[in-house]
């Protein structure tokens, strides 16, 4: 392990792509229940590889940085228009979902995502590298509003299961993402890496040729249902703020560990890649096991659960090192993604009639908002103090988030359309 330098209950069920034929709906045939597995396996695999070249921004940056010589500010901009292009801009993507129902939002993604993301290795200039990652970004924001509505269908119960199985393939991804970018790097050269969007162009080929036509909703068309909305906005936005604050945390974080970890803690570039590696990976399989524990523990309590414990081994990291830094970093990784599924299956349960938009309000708006804010200030503010200095400091928001959790509700009602 590489080291660092100062500076509601539910019977117990054993989990696997397989279970999950056991809880489909009653009367459901065994062909209609081997597609939905067959989707489900390929919506993980697309988004495997759609958050694997998300990380690549961030696991370039101290390369970048150094080529292009950038100041932590201007990587902090890039990186937040990345998350603009890629996050924010999901509500659209998730809206045009619900009323276009076309299934090209998921097969062209993993292609887009992978061209443009790659080709950020290769940016000759600061405005390239900017077109770059909105450009990629877009490939990102189409894909997740749609296949995580898609990704739960014809599932009834444990659906919190596969929502998680979904959900930690693209963090699974994205945790792979450093440690396959800086080992093609340094095996063949920077200039090489665009070599890589070789298995998004495979998947989108996939699923254009095996993912089928979603099913047809009685919400088709009709655009956002403002009146299913309004009827629970209160827990909605409480839900909401609950992803802006663990995003925070959980972005700068992942944008500016390789440069924290290579500029103020001394260690080198694939090893801080490694240690990036080890945290995203670690939060993959937190939003496994928080999906795992909402369906014994309820939402509510595991997000409890995740703001407040994921402080006292973040901290840990910050004041420790070597093998116990990476170690506390690790486990404050892995707690603070507990929520990942949680949110937007209790979003999703909130509004049925719109899971699409609901489904990118939590997973993108929320996400990309933080980041667009928090990584450019995080990023100026380091250029005047240090790295170390603020992202110690953003552990005050899990604490407030804790409180925050405390007044949402402790089972998620849906509004019903009338329509429905």
């Known amino acids: ?45 697309a988004h495997f590889f759609i958050d694997l070249y998300a990380s690549a921004l961030s696991a370039l940056q101290p390369l970048l940085v150094r080529n292009l010589g950038l100041s932590l500010a201007q990587a902090g901009f890039a990186a937040g228009l990345l998350l603009v292009s890629s996050s924010v801009s999901q509500p659209l993507y998730g809206y045009l979902a619900d009323r276009f129902h076309s299934r090209l939002f998921t097969v062209l993604a993993p292609a887009v995502a992978g061209i443009f993301l790659t080709l950020l290795a290769t940016a000759p200039s600061y405005p390239v590298l900017l077109l770059l990652a909105v450009l ?104 909401y703020l609950c992803v802006f604050i663990r995003s925070i945390v959980q972005i700068v974080y992942a944008q500016f560990l390789p440069l924290y970890l290579t500029q103020e803690r001394g260690v080198a570039y694939t090893h801080a890649n490694a240690l990036l590696t080890l945290y ?59 929520t990942i599924p949680v949110n937007l299956v209790m979003a999703q349960e909130l509004v049925p009639s719109q899971t699409g938009t609901v489904s990118a309000l939590m997973m993108g708006f929320a996400w990309g908002a933080a980041g667009f804010l928090f990584v450019p ?34 089972r998620a009602r849906a509004h019903r359309s009338p329509a429905a």
Request: hydrophobic content about 50%.
């Open 1 to 45: 392990m590489p080291s660092l330098q100062p500076a509601p209950h539910s019977r117990k069920i054993k989990f696997s792509l397989s279970s999950l034929a056991t809880t489909t709906a009653p009367g459901v045939s065994n062909s209609a229940t081997r597609a939905s597995l067959a989707s489900l396996t390929l919506l993980c695999a």
């Open 280 to 338: 995203l990976a670690a939060g993959a399989l937190g939003g496994f096991a928080g999906g795992w524990l909402s369906d014994r523990l309820g939402g509510r309590r595991v997000i409890m659960i995740s703001m407040l414990g994921c402080v006292p081994p973040l901290a840990l990291f910050f004041t420790t090192t070597g093998p116990l830094a990476a170690l506390s970093l690790a486990v404050g990784g892995l707690i603070l993604l507990f």
């Open 377 to 410: 200030a995080a990023g100026f503010a380091a250029d005047h103090l240090s790295l170390h200095q603020v992202m110690f400091s953003l552990l005050v928001f899990p604490i407030a988030g804790f409180f925050l959790a405390r007044t949402l509700p402790e």
């Open 136 to 239: 990629g970004g877009a490939g990102v924001a189409s894909f997740h509003p749609q296949a995580s509505a898609r990704a739960g269908s014809g599932v009834v119960t444990n659906k919190g299961r596969s929502m998680a199985l979904f959900i930690s393939s693209g963090t699974m991804g994205m945790a792979l993402g450093p440690t396959v970018f800086s080992f093609v790097i340094t095996q063949f050269g920077l200039h090489r890496l665009p070599f890589a969007m070789t298995g998004g162009l495979l998947l989108t080929a996939l699923l254009f040729l095996y993912l089928p036509e979603a099913p047809v909703s009685a919400s088709r068309g009709r655009g956002i249902d403002w009146p299913a909305l309004r009827a629970v906005w209160k827990p909605l936005f409480i839900l």
